[in-house]
């Protein structure tokens, strides 16, 4: 998991030019490190790049638009990092 | 090309879903409105219309790719390079490639090359929406045909 935030925090802080010690497992990425969807599309793509997977971001945000999820649960960098985990995992060998 | 009406690609020469890659042709226009502008005694193709035929070529690929389910819009161009002018009436050959499909977002490297050689360069990058309204996406069936792609019949 410390791999996988490192990664993305890194990801984070060179994409959207954020100092990296201010993003912490617990920051949010749109309320806390003020990204917006243009850098969150580069961040995405990035975070696809380096991991090999497909964030399915479209699904996560039908999901919090149908209720079935909370945009903390997606966008919270520790429940992102999760997300990123399991879909690693899920990845074909 | 019809400059005037923003069409910069006249016609899909080839596109290879499984590849990621498509090929298109357009023709400079000997006169346009836009040269009497771009510029007054020396008409060059403006650099923002080669940047616009690479969203364009590479826009398409991404149609073919969604089935013509949802649109490409431009997001964010890249290291973009206008190496050459091109003047009024020289044949363009415009090529995309696929970098990255993702969900809700493309990314395609774009060329554009004349018989002198390479042109410009960029990278283009696409948010990917349904299809604002039905009206939009029957017109860009349609366009898609004139192009010489084969979309799914209108229903």
């Known amino acids: 998991m410390q791999e996988t935030f490192n990664a993305v925090a890194d990801i984070i802080s ?5 100092d990296r010690e201010k993003i912490r497992p617990e920051s ?3 309320n806390d490190l003020g990204i917006d969807s243009l850098d969150f599309l580069d961040v995405t793509f990035a975070i696809d790049k380096r991991f090999g997977i497909k964030m399915p971001i479209e699904k996560w945000m039908q999901d919090i638009n149908e209720g079935k999820g909370s945009v903390d649960d997606y966008f919270i960098l520790n429940n992102l990092c ?4 399991e879909l690693r995992a899920a990845k074909p060998a | 090309m019809r400059l005037e009406y923003f069409q910069l690609i006249d016609r899909v020469e080839a596109v290879d879903p499984t590849a990621g890659t498509i090929r298109a042709s357009a023709q400079v226009p000997v006169q346009s409105t ?6 007054p005694g020396y008409p060059i193709l403006p650099g923002v219309l080669m940047i616009e035929s690479m969203a364009q070529t590479g826009g398409n690929l991404i149609l073919v790719l969604e089935n013509f389910a949802r649109m490409p819009f431009l997001a964010q161009v890249e290291q973009a390079k206008l190496r050459r002018f091109v003047e009024p009436g020289t044949p363009l050959t415009i090529t995309a490639k696929l970098v990255h499909l ?3 977002y493309a990314v395609t490297q774009g060329r554009v090359e004349s018989e002198a050689g390479l042109v410009a360069e ?5 948010r990917t929406l349904p299809f604002p309204s039905e009206e939009m996406r029957q017109l860009m069936l349609d366009h898609a045909r004139r192009l010489g792609l084969e979309p799914p019949m209108r229903a």
């Open chain 1, 14 to 18: 060179e994409t959207c030019n954020i």
């Open chain 1, 28 to 30: 949010h990425t749109i």
């Open chain 1, 82 to 85: 999760s997300r990123i985990e």
């Open chain 2, 34 to 39: 836009i040269f009497e502008g771009h510029f």
């Open chain 2, 102 to 104: 993702g969900s809700g």
């Open chain 2, 122 to 126: 960029a990278g283009i990058r696409f």
